[in-house]
């Protein structure tokens, strides 16, 4: 039985649709689109991995913030 992760696939098609050239996409498609991201950025979230990238990603705006104070 052939199993299929979720999150994988989302990433194969959001890349897929992001290598079409700019030009020959309509409003729809773009739509389609971010709600594909969204889709993918709401499975990756609560795994370790997407822990790991909010954690780095937060380093940096942390950062920026305290040198704002």
């Known amino acids: 039985m052939l ?3 979720v999150g994988v ?3 194969v098609i959001v890349l897929l649709r ?3 050239r700019t030009e020959a996409r309509s409003r729809n498609d773009e739509r389609l689109t971010v709600i594909i991201v969204l889709a993918l950025g709401i499975v990756i979230a609560p795994t370790p991995l997407g822990q790991g990238i909010g954690d780095f990603l937060g380093q940096p705006a942390s950062g920026v913030t305290d040198s704002s104070r």
């Open 9 to 11: 696939l989302l990433a």
């Open 3 to 5: 199993t299929i992760n």
């Open 18 to 20: 992001l290598r079409r």
